[in-house]
């Protein structure tokens, strides 16, 4: 794997650290009465007394939890990333001791990888991943991965036709129930290598489309499958492997005001909602249970596992916002019943409701911002809350530090960062250390770093550890930073330098798990920055020709930084007003990679 793959893998990575609090990256699963485990997106948790006690089993080194399974209480595998690399990690001791082996994703793969995955093994050898694919929420795109050698290695079958959770009876027999809007169900019978649609029909009397749940088997040959039809759930059964189902005479319709969580267990269709008064209601088959007062108004039942008909956990969300835009995250509750749903225990472990609690700082990854941004030198974030509402622009600049930062932004801090990103929009953070050696530098009045390109290295080690420290410091650590590097001459002496000092920027981010960027003229670019082991991920190009495009920038070739690495400052703007807000501003066309 390039680096370039490892970075974008990281990047990825460390923004998941924080999709604890978002319901796809939160997953648990009760195995016996007493054990089951929780992956809350960065921390793997094992209880042995139904959730009275956790005990955190996360694989050392684990920065990102992105999938989890478990086939008993003590053989479990956990697709995780560690800082640089995409791992899996096995135990066979039930998480007291981990072995961990990277995962085969190539660059394109990585670049890809939206962080959500799934797992699931029929026995110790033989079992599957499904990696999601970066897709808007009209597709559903996936890569499946299988092993037959308990996860030691991997190969990868040809493109399943969605990207969600498998689950497999046998060897060959498997199924994925899911697709844009769930109402796809597909069976293989190869191991995966080819899927096909599963036909199921609809209900007599029902109207609603189908969303479908993953079958579960008793037999190779004997399954329920659960699927919901807007609130009204239906149990299908099967006797010949799933080739053919029939739905059960009893239709169980839970009158609640949401679309309930399905589970199967022993056999019986049981399920879980809520209203929004918070009212939980639990029905097997057709015979409901209510209890009252369990949930927050609005909460939501997302998931249900239950391994009889009385024992069973549930995991709620519910999302707030301290005001408009600002202030907003989500919280997830785990709830364990033993009597059919009659009466719920919350067994919530601490690390979830820290993971989803809005009171930390959120985490951000490194995406490819496309379209108008600006920069300006210290807006407020009530004056970016108006211009988000009011103005054309997605993207701000924020000048996060360094000795020639003639720009201190004012509260810069993790709740300055949080309030940006809460209000929409995509951020480039902006390190302005020393410039190139006088006479070179086209800032006369800078502090520069030295004309001899071993100390200009070491020099630039420095910047990039001091910008990634403010960088953690506010919340944003493992995105991107662009170096502000101001036009220079381009004299021998001072373009070896420059090539030094950026080559060592690059270098030194990537050593600490950032991207790293840098923002001047094309010239240099073209002439230095191209040229050197550690070109930059990025390039922020001042090139004030007035045309709003990522290409054509002349003297750099179109082919260099080509894939979305590009952001244009096209022009001085002056004084823009949006929303009764005046700013002095440049105006920038993106490309290229932000914060977000």
Same mark, same amino acid.
């Given at each position: ?59 050392? =080194?684990?920065?990102?939890?992105? =999938? ?12 995780? $990333? ?37 797992? !699931? /093994? ?16 009209? /597709? ?8 037959? *050698?308990?996860?030691? @290695? ?65 037999? %190779? ?14 149990? /299908?059964?099967?006797?010949?492997? =799933? ?24 056999? !019986? ?5 809520? +209203? ?62 033993? *009597? ?100 070179? @530098?086209?800032?006369?009045?800078? %502090? ?46 001072? $373009? ?6 950026? +080559? ?5 981010? !990537? ?26 991920? *990025? ?24 894939? +979305? ?18 700013? +002095? ?12």
């Amino acid at each position: 794997m390039n680096y370039r793959s490892v970075v974008t893998l990281g990047c990825l990575v460390t923004g998941l650290a924080a999709a604890a609090a978002r319901a796809e990256n939160v997953a648990m699963k009760l195995l016996t009465a007493n054990d089951g485990w929780v992956s809350t997106g960065n921390h793997l948790l094992w209880t042995s007394n139904a959730g009275l006690a956790w005990r955190d089993i996360t694989p050392p =080194g684990s920065e990102a939890i992105h =999938g989890a399974f478990f086939l008993d209480a003590e053989h479990a595998w956990v697709l995780r $990333s560690t800082a640089d690399t995409l791992q899996l990690a096995r135990s066979s001791d039930g998480g007291k001791t981990w072995q961990a082996a990277g995962f085969p994703l190539h660059a394109e793969e990585a670049a890809n990888f939206s962080g959500l995955a799934s797992l !699931h /093994f029929v026995d110790s050898s033989y079992g599957w991943a499904m990696l999601r694919r970066v897709s808007n929420s009209n /597709f559903s795109f996936g890569m499946l991965y299988a092993t037959t *050698d308990g996860g030691a @290695t991997w190969h990868k079958l040809a493109n399943p036709p969605a990207g969600d959770a498998v689950r497999f009876v046998t060897r060959n027999d498997g199924w994925m129930a899911g697709g844009p809007t769930g109402n796809k169900l597909y069976v293989t019978r190869d191991g995966g290598q080819t899927w096909s649609p599963a036909h199921v029909g609809t209900p007599a009397g029902i109207e609603a489309e189908a969303r479908y749940s993953l079958p579960v088997f008793r037999s %190779s040959s004997d399954g329920v499958l659960a699927a919901r039809y807007g609130a009204t759930a239906v149990a /299908f059964e099967t006797h010949d492997g =799933g080739n053919t189902w029939q739905a059960r005479p009893a239709v169980a319709a839970v009158a609640a005001e949401r679309s309930p969580a399905l589970a199967i267990a022993e056999g !019986h269709l049981v399920e879980v909602t809520a +209203n929004h008064a918070g009212l939980l209601t639990t029905a097997v088959d057709q015979y409901p249970a209510v209890s009252d007062g369990l949930l927050p108004r609005n909460a939501n039942v997302i998931s249900a596992d239950f391994i009889s008909t009385r024992q069973g956990w549930i995991l709620t969300q519910e999302g707030s916002c301290e005001g408009y835009k600002t202030g907003c995250s989500q919280q997830n509750k785990l709830l364990a019943t033993s *009597d059919s749903g009659k009466t719920f225990q919350d067994i919530t472990p601490h690390q979830m409701e820290a993971v989803a609690s809005s009171s930390g700082p959120q985490s951000f990854s490194t995406v490819v911002g496309t379209g108008e941004g600006f920069d300006g030198c210290d807006p407020t974030t009530s004056d970016l809350s108006t211009w988000y509402k009011d103005s054309p622009y997605h993207y701000v600049n924020v000048y996060i530090g360094g000795n020639n930062a003639a720009c201190p932004q004012p509260g810069l801090s993790t709740s300055f960062i949080n309030t940006l990103v809460s209000q929409g929009w995509g951020l480039i953070p902006t390190w302005v250390g020393p410039q190139a050696p006088h006479p070179c @530098t086209s800032c006369g009045s800078c %502090s520069s770093f030295s004309s001899n390109s071993t100390t200009a290295a070491s020099q630039a080690k420095t910047q990039a550890q001091d910008a990634a420290n403010k960088m953690a410091s506010i919340g944003l650590k493992g995105t991107i930073v662009y170096y502000d590097l101001e036009e220079y001459t381009d004299s021998s002496s001072c $373009s070896a330098a420059a090539k030094a000092f950026v +080559n060592a920027w690059v270098q030194e981010l !990537h050593a600490l798990g950032y991207s790293a960027g840098v923002y001047g003229s094309p010239s240099d670019a073209n002439n230095d920055w191209l040229h050197i082991s550690d070109s930059p991920d *990025d390039v922020w190009i001042a090139l004030w020709n007035g045309v709003k495009s990522t290409t054509n920038l002349s003297p750099i070739p179109n082919s260099a930084w080509a894939n +979305n690495q590009r952001i244009h400052q096209y022009n001085y703007l002056g004084n823009q007003t949006y929303g009764g807000i005046t700013l +002095n501003i440049d105006g920038d066309y993106l490309g290229g990679a932000v914060a977000k």
